[in-house]
């Protein structure tokens, strides 16, 4: 068990929803990233929160937002789904985020299927 | 662009059999290296990672990880693989420059056979 804890485990939606993935980071850990894993891109970087803040983008489409709350839990929102969206969500934490890469500990995933 | 390969799709080894995995990154600068392991419905768990100091890196379940410059390389290995090791490795590289999200490799997925 990492400590970061992702919910739902599993969601199914059909084409044009809009889904709300959640995380909640290990304690003491301000920074959250989003990961996509698909079968045809791999394991792909989406978004960055620092403390609340965004910090880095990776390759995230416009449809999806996220975002980091005083809490510093971090909600991922996607939007019109398409069926290519389909995958598995992970969310990371790491203590730092302000420029030293630190170790990331993943959650177990949203797997989202759209139908 | 950062890049990170995992030659190996696919390796078949036989229990009790010694492994090692393959790793290699294209960045100007020394990268922060990590290994994850997935098991099949799971999340990635961190194996090992190496930051600087001592290029021979022991981590969990047995497993060690050697950083090569001159090759660029950072692969995985163990002695004994047990059954239980059957899962997906990823190899991932992360940079202090900008941000610090991790670039993954592809994977090598790891069936070992009785």
């Known amino acids: 068990d990492s400590g970061v804890t992702q919910t739902p485990k599993h969601l199914i939606t059909a084409t044009g929803q809009r889904v709300t993935l959640r995380c909640s980071p290990r304690?003491?850990?301000?920074?959250v990233y989003w990961y996509q894993q698909s079968l045809d891109q791999g394991l792909q970087f989406l978004i960055q929160?620092?403390?609340?803040?965004?910090?880095a983008k990776g390759n995230i489409l416009e449809r999806f937002s996220a975002q980091q709350f005083p809490d510093l839990h971090s909600e991922l929102n996607l939007s019109s789904l398409e069926l290519g969206d389909s995958a598995l969500y992970f969310c990371a934490s790491s203590v730092s985020g302000r420029g030293v890469v630190d170790t990331q500990y993943f959650g177990p995933g949203t797997r989202l299927t759209v139908l | 662009a950062q890049s990170v390969t995992q030659p190996d799709i696919h390796i078949t080894v036989s229990e009790g059999a010694s492994l090692e995995l393959r790793c290699n990154y294209s960045?100007?600068?020394?990268?922060?290296l990590f290994w994850y392991v997935q098991s099949p419905g799971q999340g990635l768990q961190l194996l090992l990672k190496?930051?600087?100091?001592?290029?021979l890196v022991q981590g969990i379940k047995g497993f060690e990880a050697e950083f090569k410059r001159s090759q660029s390389s950072f692969n995985l290995r163990k002695p004994s693989v047990h059954w239980s090791d059957a899962a997906e490795y990823f190899c991932?590289?992360?940079?202090?420059?900008?941000?610090?999200?991790?670039?993954f490799g592809t994977g090598t997925r790891l069936t070992i056979i009785p």
């Open positions: 190496y930051f600087s100091g001592d290029t």
């Open positions: 929160y620092y403390n609340g803040e965004e910090r």
């Open positions: 960045y100007g600068a020394t990268p922060y």
């Open positions: 991932a590289v992360g940079l202090n420059f900008g941000n610090e999200k991790l670039t």
């Open positions: 304690s003491g850990d301000l920074s």
